[in-house]
């Protein structure tokens, strides 16, 4: 359990820093109370890392004798990933890339206008549905799912959910003064290798 807590806690802490459900959260904490934000921003990344973990003991149960290939799925999933954001980085400009805030800044605004209830109870939903919204289909939803599919499901829970309320407490925390000084290139450098370890990592244990 220990090895599926500290994989789920690097993988998630390391890939959300700068993402874009990252800099929602600093939006938002900018605009109204941080710990309404903080509240809704990680019960809606609990919510997805919950659903991933389920998605993934799912494949893992339909692939009940396929054990092997679902092995080798994860690896070439992880070294996949991290070949890819290692691309990305590279083509990525060396000054920090403002292309991820300016999505967060039109979710956020597209929100506005469509609800102008500023009840707290409003404001712990839009946290929770923006940050929902966004985290859907991205790679730490499939590397969670990846990670359930092949250890211990409450290790990987714990530690992706813990990953995120250490990100989502950064943002609102701290995100007025790092909000502009996070290099995405750095990050998604940092990223690419850890995928890329985790690759690896799976590949001798499997072994």
């Known amino acids: 359990m220990l ?34 934000v903080f509240a809704g921003v990680t019960a809606a990344l609990a919510a997805m890392t919950v659903l991933s973990v389920i998605f993934g003991q799912i494949l893992s149960t339909l692939t009940q004798g396929s054990k092997l290939y ?24 060396v000054a920090c890339d403002t292309e991820v805030i300016e999505e967060a800044k039109e979710a956020v605004e597209k929100a506005d206008l469509d609800s102008q209830q500023k009840s707290l109870w409003s404001m712990l939903l839009k946290s929770f549905v923006l940050t929902f919204i966004a985290e859907w289909g991205d790679r730490t939803q499939i590397a969670t799912i990846a990670l359930a599919a092949s250890n211990n499901p409450m290790g990987v829970t714990l530690g992706a959910i813990l990953g995120h309320a250490i990100c989502a407490a950064i943002a609102v ?35």
Do not use: C, N, W
Not at 22 to 30: D, P
């Open 70 to 93: 679902v092995h080798y799925g994860e690896i070439v999933l992880f070294i996949a990933f991290g070949l890819k954001l290692l691309y990305d980085a590279s083509k990525m400009p």
């Open 3 to 36: 090895t599926a807590f500290t994989a789920g806690l690097l993988l998630i802490t390391i890939s959300e820093l700068g993402d874009k459900t990252f800099f929602i959260a600093v939006i938002l904490s900018m605009q109204h109370s941080r710990r309404v």
């Open 173 to 207: 925390i701290g995100g007025r003064l790092i909000a502009g000084k996070i290099s995405e290139r750095q990050i998604t450098f940092l990223g690419g290798f850890l995928f890329i370890i985790f690759g690896i990592v799976a590949a001798i244990e499997g072994s």
